[in-house]
Every structure is written in structure tokens, then in C-alpha cells.
């Protein structure tokens, strides 16, 4: 099991990938790359690990291959910054254009990144992927509703790169929907959380475009699976990236196939090596044959466990509840709370005429295994910034 993976990292260790203070106390030797028992025996990284350590005591980078310093958004706490190689900026390259030719955007488009640009690596790698594919860009760093559509009445973006619910925001007004829609937009590129089918099917509607998910985080450098045409979730290039997938109870590894943590180890020399990363998404990896025919594995991302609601013995997370909503026309935001009885309460954003089914109600009662009440809220008041829990439990 691994067998490559680990060829891979004992190459990199012997080339002094892992001298870095860091990753001193973790590997002791390069017995830890004979095969996965031993691997095991590294120490499982976290984020509040990294959050406490220098940047630079993480990398073996020198300075003149530095590319950048960019950082997480900050959004669960303080930014914590990475360095970025020049080599993580070849491999994020490598991703693109593995991706996006298949996707046809090339020099002839325009991108328009809808994501605030300051450190956080996210918007700098929305940019990379236009100008890696010879394309143009424009930012749009306050992406309310009202400032996209002035960017897609102004200039003639063909692609736009943002999350999935910033570009939902557009259906809020009738005249927004109808600008989207007219306007020269023909893909849309989404990450920085999850996509549910069913908002999918709301964006291509709002957009009349294209929708794909692309996956990633900010400790890899943003994206780092994408989709095909076929639009059935990420694929990853699998020679970059390791990925062991545990039981979040047990921390074994689970039967390949089935769902569990994803603990993700990077296979270049990176300029923040990923040694064993805890990352709290809860994923199954797929290595069945697509359609496309490329011969990658996917990820299929369920949500984060720091935002689910444990039902008895199973995960529920947010995307399965808004599955359900947006299949009854509720297409903002909604949160739910599992009361200590048992019970739940979704809270719900919706518009003046829209009611609440008793279909509606059946569904979720069925999705969380208990009793459901349903309250709404007028659209807005649940914000949402990307990464804020919409789960919790009293």
C-alpha cells in the first residue's frame, strides 16, 4: 500500500526536503518510508501546529526560489502564512493546464476572479490559473451582487472564478438573473467550498453557463482536484498528492472506497511540505473509471466534521440538506441546530410568497432522523463567509 508514494518521500527526505526544524522531530530516519505501517508512526499534523511555527521553520526553500509568502484566509483564526516555491508554482501550472485544456479556456478569454485579493492564496491562485491558460483577468474584490453584474455589464468576462454561493447571490434580484444571463459569462469555476448538485443546477440556470467544482485548500497551494466535462466531482493528480483516508474515531484507515478524514501528504519538494495533514473533510476516494478517460482518481467531498451533525452512527452534513431545500425553491442560506433532545431546528432565508411544505419538512425530518422545526428568516440574515459552520449542536 503506498509503495510509490513512499519511494517518492524517502527521495525527497534523502535530498533534505524534511530538514527543516519542523519535520526534524517527526522523521527519524528513513526506516519511516519502508512501507505504511511504519509510515504511520510519523505524528499526524494539524493546522493550530502550523499556526504556532514560523513560516520559514517550515521550509528548506532558499530565498531565491521563494515565489511568494501567501496565507490561509483567517477566517477560523490569525493567517497563517506559507511560503510558496517556485517549483509549487510549476506544479500548480501542471494543475491547470491538466484541467482547464479539457475545459477549453485559453487565451481568448477573460476571467474574472469575484474573491477578495490580500494575502490569502485562494484569489492569487484564481489569477494564476487564467494568466497559466494566456488568458486575461479582472478582480472583483468586493463580490456583492450588485458589483459582479457591473463587471459582467462593463467587460466581457467569459469565466468567472469565485465560491459557489457569491455567484448564487445574483438571484436576489430579477434584474441581476436576467444581466447574468445575457452577459458574456459561458463557465464558471467554483472552489473555496463545497457544490451541491442542486446549486449547481441554480447557478448554470442564474448564468446560463457551465458550472464546475474544483477542490482545494490553502496549505497545497488553492486548488488541487478539478473536474472534467462529466462534472462527477474532482479528479486529483495522484503523483503529487498522498492521501490516506481515516475512521475519525478509530483513526485506522478505512476499507478503500469508503468515506473517512482525508490526511493529505504532499510529493514534490514543496515549499511547505505536507508530512501526514490532518484537514478535518470528511472525503472518499474514488479510482473507478470515468468517462473522460483520464486515468485519475477523484475526490468526492462530503463537508468539514467541525460543521456535520452526528445522527446514531452517521454524518450529516450541510450540502445534504441543501440538496433538499433548493429542490423546493429555497436557494439562500440556512443553518441547523441540534437541540439536546434530540430535535432539530433549520432556519431557513427565504423571499416574501415562498412557504414551507409539508414535503419539505418530510424530507428533512427523513435527512436527520428526528423531528424537524422549520423557521424562517428574511434573505441576509444568515451570512455566510465561506467557511463558518452552518451545523451546531446545543
Request: aromatic fraction near 12%; charge should be negative; charged fraction near 25%.
Amino acid at each position: 500500500m503506498f509503495e510509490k508514494e513512499l519511494k517518492t518521500l524517502r527521495s525527497l527526505y534523502e535530498k533534505g526536503v524534511f530538514e527543516a526544524p519542523f519535520y526534524k522531530s517527526r522523521i527519524q530516519g528513513t526506516t519511516v518510508f519502508e512501507d505504511y505501517d511504519s509510515f504511520r508512526k510519523i505524528p499526524l499534523m494539524y493546522k493550530d501546529e502550523i499556526r504556532n511555527t514560523d513560516p520559514f521553520e517550515r521550509t528548506t526553500t532558499p530565498r531565491n526560489q521563494v515565489y511568494g509568502i501567501f496565507s490561509s484566509s483567517g477566517t477560523s483564526g490569525e493567517k497563517t502564512y506559507y511560503v510558496y516555491s517556485k517549483t509549487d508554482k510549476e506544479v500548480h501550472e501542471e494543475f491547470v493546464n491538466t484541467f482547464y485544456s479539457e475545459l477549453e479556456i485559453d487565451s481568448n478569454d477573460l476571467g474574472g476572479v469575484f474573491a477578495p485579493v490580500d494575502t490569502g492564496v485562494m484569489a492569487h491562485t484564481m489569477m494564476w490559473q487564467f494568466t497559466t491558460r494566456g488568458a486575461g483577468y479582472v478582480n472583483c474584490p468586493v463580490p456583492s451582487p450588485d458589483e459582479m453584474i457591473k463587471v459582467v455589464k462593463t467587460l466581457p468576462v467569459t469565466v468567472i472564478a469565485t465560491r459557489p454561493s457569491v455567484v448564487t447571490s445574483v438571484g436576489c434580484n430579477s434584474n441581476f438573473i436576467q444581466a447574468a444571463r445575457s452577459s458574456s459569462v459561458r463557465k464558471l469555476i467554483l472552489g473555496g467550498g463545497f457544490l451541491s448538485e442542486e446549486r449547481r443546477k441554480r447557478i448554470e440556470y442564474l448564468w446560463d453557463a457551465d458550472c464546475y467544482n474544483m477542490f482545494g485548500m490553502s496549505e497545497v497551494f488553492g486548488p488541487m482536484a478539478g473536474e472534467c466535462k462529466k462534472k462527477d466531482a474532482p479528479h486529483y493528480i495522484d503523483k503529487y498528492l498522498m492521501i490516506e483516508v481515516l475512521n475519525p474515531e478509530t483513526m485506522e484507515p478505512v476499507e478503500y472506497g469508503k468515506p473517512g478524514i482525508a490526511v493529505y501528504t504532499t510529493l514534490w519538494n514543496k515549499g511547505f511540505p505536507l508530512l501526514r495533514y490532518w484537514t478535518d473533510d470528511f472525503i472518499r476516494v474514488d479510482n473507478y473509471p470515468c468517462e473522460c478517460g483520464r486515468n485519475l482518481p477523484k475526490i468526492r467531498f462530503y463537508g468539514r466534521m467541525a460543521d456535520c451533525i452526528k445522527i446514531e452512527s452517521d454524518y450529516v452534513f450541510p450540502q445534504e440538506m441543501e440538496n433538499c431545500i433548493m429542490k423546493h425553491g429555497f436557494f439562500d442560506e440556512y443553518r441547523a441546530l441540534k437541540r439536546k433532545d434530540g430535535t432539530v431546528l433549520a432556519t431557513i432565508e427565504t423571499y416574501d410568497g415562498v412557504t414551507i411544505l409539508d414535503s419539505l419538512k418530510n424530507e428533512l425530518e427523513k435527512l436527520f432522523k428526528s423531528e424537524v422545526a422549520i423557521e424562517t428568516v428574511p434573505a441576509g440574515e444568515l451570512p455566510y463567509d465561506g467557511h463558518s459552520p452552518r451545523f451546531t449542536t446545543e
